[in-house]
C-alpha cells in the first residue's frame, strides 16, 4: 500500500503556523493535500492536538470525522457538528467545542501542535458529543492509514 503524505499551503512540516490558523489570529482551520489515499477508502478524520501542553500531555483541540474521501481538505472548515460542505462531516468536543480551535499557548511558550490524518475503511456512527478518545475507540481495526503533520506556534513571537 502506498504511503500516506500529508502537507499544507499553511505551512510547512516541523515550521512555524501562522496566526491567521491559531487563537490569536483568526482562527481558521488549514487546508490538507493527502497523497497515497489507499483505494478502499470510505471516509477521512482529523485530530489536532497540542503534543507541548505541560500539564494534559496531547491536548486535544478539534476533532472531525466523516469527510468524504478526497484529495485536499479546505481551509476554513465551518462551525457546527455537521458540515454540510463536506458531506455532513461531525465535528466533536475537544477544546474547539463542535468546530475548530487552533493554537493559543500561554504568552512566550513554543508548543508543538499535530494534525494526524486518518484513513477510514467506513464512516464512524459517533454523535458530535464524541471525544477524541471515543473517536479513537471507533477506528479500533479501520484505520488503513494515517500520516501527521506538525507544526509550532508561539503567541507573540517577537
Excluded at 500531555?57 to 476554513?76: C, K, M, S
Excluded at 467545542?97 to 501542535?113: A, D, M, Q
Aim: net charge negative.
Amino acid at each position: 500500500m502506498e504511503i500516506l503524505k500529508i502537507k499544507s499551503g499553511a505551512f510547512e512540516e516541523g515550521g512555524w503556523i501562522p496566526a491567521r490558523y491559531t487563537g490569536r489570529g483568526e482562527d481558521v482551520s488549514p487546508d490538507f493535500t493527502i497523497e497515497g489515499i489507499a483505494p478502499n477508502a470510505k471516509s477521512i478524520a482529523i485530530t489536532l492536538d497540542d503534543a507541548s501542553h505541560p500539564f494534559f500531555p496531547n491536548y486535544n483541540h478539534w476533532v472531525i470525522w466523516n469527510l468524504p474521501v478526497q484529495a485536499t481538505i479546505p481551509e476554513g472548515i465551518p462551525h457546527g457538528e455537521a458540515v454540510d460542505c463536506l458531506g455532513g462531516a461531525t465535528q466533536g468536543v475537544a477544546y474547539g467545542r463542535n468546530r475548530y480551535k487552533g493554537p493559543k499557548p500561554p504568552l512566550k511558550s513554543i508548543h508543538t501542535y499535530v494534525f494526524t490524518i486518518f484513513i477510514l475503511d467506513c464512516r464512524i456512527d459517533l454523535a458530535a458529543n464524541g471525544t477524541k478518545q471515543d473517536l479513537l475507540h471507533k477506528m479500533e481495526g479501520h484505520i488503513l492509514q494515517q500520516a501527521e503533520l506538525s507544526g509550532k506556534f508561539q503567541s507573540h513571537r517577537e
